[in-house]
């Protein structure tokens, strides 16, 4: 699947460079619990979207790579369009 072609409110699979990565912030939960969280902005060909990672899943993730996300949510969040890999999803190194 392409960038410009994903839909909010549905799994997807996406393999897609990482342009940036934010720097991690620590955040509360709506369940009250402490974590971290680090956004990356993945591209290809047809755009950008931002990719949320919580946790130690931003570990060794770096700018430049190449990902392959597997069953990953599209969500949107002020108007915007965003994934996460949730509890089912995967993300892999390529």
């Known amino acids: 699947m392409k960038i ?3 839909v909010t409110n549905t799994n997807v699979n996406l393999t897609a460079k990482v342009k940036e ?3 991690v912030k620590q955040i509360t939960t709506k369940f009250g619990t ?3 969280l680090t956004v990356a902005v993945l591209e290809d060909d047809t755009g950008t979207v ?3 990672l919580w946790g130690a899943q931003s570990e060794g993730i770096e700018d ?3 990902l392959e996300i597997t069953n990953g949510f599209v969500k949107e969040f002020r108007g ?3 994934i996460s890999i949730g509890k089912t999803g995967s993300i892999k190194k390529v």
Request: charged content about 45%; aromatic content about 0%.
């Open 34 to 36: 402490q974590t971290s």
């Open 64 to 66: 430049d790579q190449t």
């Open 4 to 6: 410009k072609d994903l």
């Open 50 to 52: 931002k990719l949320n």
């Open 80 to 82: 915007e369009k965003q």
């Open 21 to 23: 990565i934010e720097d």
